[in-house]
């Protein structure tokens, strides 16, 4: 990668868009070489969609949930791995280090919803317990990384 996969990489955080007109405005970067490179991101993984974000809140799906799942199992966490991703609303799912096991997070459509998702993590053999936090106002939900940096960072960071 170099300082213009980074530029574009960057704009396309700040912009939400991967419009090569639009990604052209932002870095002045020719919009055929957009292309190119957008490809070339594309072939190597760090691109992986095209998908459009939503607002959870507009859409309905306003209560956001985070819970610490403490588990008991043997050998390989798939299994409750598989069994955290078959819970409906589950939209995030990190494995941990320390005394909790998986960090999830649920977006709901109502209160009445977590009481149903506090029962299908109950249901899971291997959970012991959970230990679930009620989001009263989200304040950053930015799913591009790269938006909460600086170029300038991004590019001392990532370019070879």
């Known amino acids: 990668m170099d300082e213009?996969?980074?530029?574009?990489?960057?704009?396309?955080?700040?912009?939400?868009?991967?419009?090569?007109?639009?990604?052209?405005?932002?870095?002045?970067?020719?919009?055929s070489t957009i292309h190119y490179r957008l490809n070339n991101l594309r072939e190597e993984g760090i691109i992986t969609n095209d998908l459009y974000d939503f607002d959870h809140e507009k859409l309905g799906l306003g209560v956001t949930i985070i819970v610490e799942v403490l588990a008991e199992y043997e050998g390989s966490?798939?299994?409750?791995?598989?069994?955290?991703?078959?819970?409906?609303?589950?939209?995030?799912?990190?494995?941990?280090?320390?005394?909790?096991?998986?960090?999830?997070?649920?977006?709901?459509?109502?209160?009445?919803?977590?009481?149903?998702?506090?029962?299908?993590?109950?249901?899971?053999?291997?959970?012991?317990?959970?230990n679930s936090t009620f989001v009263v106002s989200t304040l950053r939900d930015e799913s591009r990384a790269p938006a909460t940096y600086d170029l300038e960072t991004l590019t001392d960071a990532l370019v070879d």
């Not at 996969?5 to 990604?23: H, M, N, R």
């Not at 997070?105 to 998702?117: F, N």
């Open 4 to 31: 213009r996969d980074v530029a574009i990489l960057k704009a396309i955080s700040d912009l939400g868009t991967g419009s090569p007109d639009q990604l052209h405005e932002e870095t002045g970067i020719p919009v």
């Open 77 to 130: 966490a798939d299994e409750v791995k598989d069994a955290l991703f078959d819970i409906e609303g589950v939209t995030q799912v990190f494995f941990t280090m320390g005394e909790t096991d998986f960090i999830v997070l649920a977006r709901l459509p109502d209160s009445d919803s977590v009481e149903r998702l506090i029962a299908d993590f109950e249901s899971i053999p291997e959970v012991d317990r959970t």
